[in-house]
């Protein structure tokens, strides 16, 4: 499996994770990833996932013209996706959980 799988399977939490803290907008949250190890995720990826968030409800955008330029999305948690974040956060520790000791061979 590629890393791009793993990836993708958990990109759309740490987002929710991001935009939870406060309100905020793409290269923001792309700071973050990177800051997080996650320097390999482009705008190319993050957008559609951005997209996916506000489809679902999870999150909503709003627009507003930058200081330094072009307008600007800005993206804010909703009530269900704080919802969705905390599902995700507990099946995340559960199946990471499992997985660490099926990869340290059973020893824990």
């Excluded at 399977?9 to 793409?26: D, P, W």
């Excluded at 330094?68 to 995340?92: C, H």
Aim: with cysteine; glycine share 12%.
């Amino acid at each position: 499996m590629e890393d791009t799988q793993l990836l993708k399977g958990i990109l759309e939490g740490c987002v929710l994770g991001i935009i939870r803290r406060g309100e905020t907008y793409g290269y923001e949250i792309l700071s973050v990833l990177g800051e997080c190890g996650f320097d390999n995720v482009s705008e190319g990826t993050l957008y559609p996932v951005l997209t996916r968030l506000d489809k679902k409800g999870y999150i909503t955008c709003r627009k507003e013209r930058s200081p330094l330029g072009p307008v600007r999305k800005y993206y804010r948690i909703t009530a269900a996706g704080e919802a969705q974040f905390y599902s995700f956060q507990k099946n995340y520790k559960r199946i990471t959980e499992c997985a660490n000791m099926i990869l340290a061979g059973g020893e824990e």
